[in-house]
Each structure stands twice: as structure tokens, then as C-alpha cells.
């Protein structure tokens, strides 16, 4: 018999926004805006994400600054400062690690954590999610927004749901009366083409889809058919896969302003490349398929992967790669707000899943093993083949 899973969704408040009301108390019951310099309205970039007073002008992460500052000239806006950001971030995470080892990282300030064998020790779901919450905000000061479920799915809409502070707790008898209500848009996987698509049938809740049979779902949207007749009824078998076992490496980078200069998006790939390969080769790992993310203006985001007979961990390799995908999918004259580059398809030092005779260009390049020695000696940010990228960049921003 299967044993039932509790999954617990865990996503900080307002995120950047509250740390920066942390550090300087006066901001507090203020609105504050991170993000992009306003510069008197005619700021360019956009908000990354503003206190619960500053979304009560309509601002939100992502709208272009010039925008909120138009809505809310009175506002605190603040630049990012990426690496105390991080710095919380991981102290967070290691609270989590108090309840349980099955702990999911999805983002700088969110997680999923498996709680089902730990229900005994503690009492309840409800007093786990009450302890952890209690423990971040004994810690951190900061607040967060917990959803505990039978599956992520159902947990992660539970934390959103009663923001901020929030702990929603989703009962397993009642999985569909939670459910019929809400909106498509809190499907995972329906994007705003798939909503409208939904909508042209008046189907615009989720109790609306999960009245659809299964082949009506598939003749519709094909794959996707079973996944949202999945959904809308609650299932979801999607375990909780803890940190050590997350089968990639990656980096990426979000830029202060949107860029559309050339140099600078080359510079950055190979910036990341060189992070990964050198992560990678810190691990002992060599991977078969490498990612890239390319994220424009206004959050569009895009990911690509190309997998390669033999399985490297060779910086120059990795950026030839990210390159040629760049090159292929880049919309030119769009501006870019985020790179990231990553590698999965692991096999180990011993090339364990290396076949016989297969080959590996697992052999870093002299320039490599240069560069590592040298950043082991003096620090990760110390050499840089893309010399010249420090002037653009902004190292607050690097978010690993
Ligand atoms: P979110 O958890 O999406 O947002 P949040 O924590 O600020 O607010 P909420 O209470 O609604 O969860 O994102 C976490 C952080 O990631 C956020 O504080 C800033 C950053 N971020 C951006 O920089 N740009 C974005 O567009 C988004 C969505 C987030
Ligand atoms: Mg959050």
C-alpha cells in the first residue's frame, strides 16, 4: 500500500523587500520598492519585488519602475542587494533541515519539504508548520507563508493563498471544494495562451475543467490533456527530491538594467559557463546535456538544451554549447534580463555510467586546472576569462 505523503510548500514574504524593512526599521509600514533606480520616473529596468504596503498602489515584481514610481511617487525605492539576499536564503534553508532531510529547494525564498515521517515527532502537520514558521521569524525576523498538502501541487496554491503570514492546510477529504473555486491561472503548466484557449470553451475555474472527461482534455490540448485532468483533481505524484540528489548545476544572472548589448550577453554566458565548470569540476562530475535560460524583458522566459555524445565538465566545451544555443534561439533587438546556464546528465569521477568504450572529454583543459588553482587559492570571483565583464557587471546580483 502507498503511503500517504504530507508535503509542506514554504515562500518567504515580499522576500527582498522584507529583509530591507528588517535592516533599516524606519522603512517599516512603508512602501518599498526593490528594484531598478526610478530616477524620477524616467528610471529604466523593472520592480523585483516591493513590500505589502507598495502592492497596495498596484505594484508588483517585474512592472517596469517608470510605472511605480508613477503610482507611487512617495515610495522607498531600493537597489538589490543580491549577496545579503543569498546570505538569508541559506540561513533559512538550514532551519528547514530541522524538521527534515527531504527538503526541495524551488527558489531563492521558497522550498517543499517532505514531512510525512515527521508527523509523529512533532504532533501534527498544523504544529510543524506553526514551529517552522515560528522558527524562521525567531531567527530571521522575517515572515513566511506555509501550505501543507498530500502533494506540492496542493501545497504550493495553500501557501499563496493567505499571504502574507499565511498557513493554509489543505484536507485531504476535501481536496476538490479547495480546489473548484480557484482560478486556471493557479494551474502549473497553464500559461496565458492556455487560459484563453479554456476560456473560448467558458471554462475558466478549475471546478469548470475537472467537470471535462479525460479525451475531450487530450483531443484538446494533447499531452497537456492528461496533466490538467490530473490537476483539477488533486492528483499529483510529483515527489519531494531533496538538494543532494538535484541532478544539476547551475548559475545564473540577473542584469540591474534589461541589456541588449551584445559584448555584454557573450561576456556574461561565458561568466556562467566558467562558474558551472568549475562547480562541476569541484563535485568530481562530468554531464552530458547543457541548459540554457534566456529570460527577456517583462519576465518571458525561455530554456534550451543540447545533450552531448560525451559527458565534460571542460568550461570551453559548456560555453561552445551555450553559445551556439544563444546564437540559435536569441530574438534579436529583445532585450535580455536574465542568462543562466546549467548541466545535468551527471556521471561520475569514475565514469561509472561511461560505457566501455565510450570516450569522455572529461579531461579539464590546462586552462581549467590553471584557473582553479587559482580560485581555489584566492576565491571563486578571481579570474575570469571574460576579463573586461567586471566593469559591467554588478556582483551583488549573482545569485547561486
Ligand atoms: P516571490 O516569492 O515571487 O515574491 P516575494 O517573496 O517578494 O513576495 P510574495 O510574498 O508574493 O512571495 O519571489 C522571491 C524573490 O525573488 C522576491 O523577493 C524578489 C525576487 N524576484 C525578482 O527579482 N523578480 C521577479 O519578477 C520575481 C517574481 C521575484
Ligand atoms: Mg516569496
Known amino acids: 500500500m502507498k503511503t500517504k505523503k504530507i508535503i509542506l510548500h514554504v515562500d518567504m514574504d515580499a522576500f527582498f523587500a522584507a ?8 522603512f517599516i509600514g512603508h512602501p518599498v520598492i526593490v528594484g531598478a533606480d526610478p530616477q524620477g520616473g524616467k528610471g529604466r529596468g523593472v520592480v523585483s519585488t516591493c513590500s505589502y504596503e507598495a502592492r497596495k498602489f498596484g505594484i508588483h515584481s517585474a512592472m517596469p519602475i517608470s510605472r511605480a514610481y508613477k503610482l507611487c511617487p512617495q515610495g522607498i525605492y531600493i537597489p538589490p542587494n543580491g549577496s545579503l539576499y543569498s546570505q538569508v536564503s541559506k540561513d533559512i534553508f538550514k532551519l528547514f533541515y530541522e524538521f527534515t532531510d527531504l527538503v526541495e529547494p ?7 519539504l517532505d514531512i510525512s515521517g515527521c508527523i509523529k515527532l512533532f504532533g501534527s502537520a498544523r504544529i510543524i508548520g506553526e514551529k517552522l514558521k515560528y522558527r ?13 498538502a498530500p502533494n506540492k501541487f496542493l501545497a504550493k496554491i495553500a501557501s499563496d493563498l493567505e499571504k502574507p503570514d499565511g498557513l493554509v492546510i489543505v484536507d485531504e477529504n476535501n481536496i476538490q471544494s479547495f480546489l473548484n473555486p480557484l482560478k486556471l491561472s493557479r494551474m502549473w503548466g497553464a500559461g496565458k ?26 483531443q484538446k490540448f494533447g499531452k497537456l490533456g492528461k496533466h490538467f485532468y490530473m490537476l483539477s483533481r488533486g492528483i499529483d505524484d510529483r ?12 548559475n545564473e544572472f540577473t542584469f540591474s538594467e534589461d541589456i541588449l548589448d551584445i ?3 557573450n561576456k556574461t554566458l561565458l561568466r556562467l559557463s566558467e562558474k558551472v565548470g568549475y562547480r562541476m569540476r569541484q563535485k568530481g562530475l562530468t554531464g552530458k546535456t547543457v541548459h540554457l535560460k534566456l529570460r527577456y524583458e517583462g519576465f518571458d522566459t525561455i530554456t534550451r538544451n543540447k545533450t552531448l555524445k560525451h559527458p565534460t565538465s571542460n568550461t570551453d566545451i559548456i560555453f561552445k ?16 534580463r536574465l542568462l543562466g546556464v546549467g548541466m545535468s546528465g551527471f556521471q561520475n569521477k569514475t565514469g561509472s555510467q561511461l560505457s566501455l568504450f565510450e570516450q569522455s572529454d572529461e579531461k579539464p583543459s590546462e586552462l581549467d586546472i590553471v584557473e582553479d588553482l587559482i580560485r581555489k587559492k584566492f576565491g571563486k570571483d578571481a579570474i575570469s576569462r571574460a576579463e573586461g565583464l567586471s566593469k559591467t557587471k554588478d556582483p551583488d546580483r549573482w545569485i547561486e
Open 321 to 336: 554549447v551555450i553559445n551556439d544555443l544563444f546564437t540559435t534561439n536569441y530574438e534579436k533587438k529583445r532585450k535580455v
Open 193 to 218: 495562451k492556455t487560459i484563453e484557449k479554456f476560456e473560448r470553451f467558458g471554462i475558466y475555474t478549475i471546478g469548470d475543467l475537472a467537470k471535462l472527461p479525460l479525451n475531450v482534455l487530450e
Open 239 to 250: 515527489p519531494v527530491i531533496p538538494e543532494h540528489l538535484v541532478k544539476s548545476v547551475s
Open 106 to 112: 524551488l527558489s531563492i525564498d521558497e522550498a517543499f
Open 19 to 26: 529583509i530591507e524593512q528588517r535592516e533599516h526599521p524606519e
Open 136 to 148: 524562521i521569524y525567531e531567527v530571521q525576523t522575517l515572515t513566511s507563508s506555509v501550505g501543507i
Open 263 to 265: 559584448n555584454v550577453l
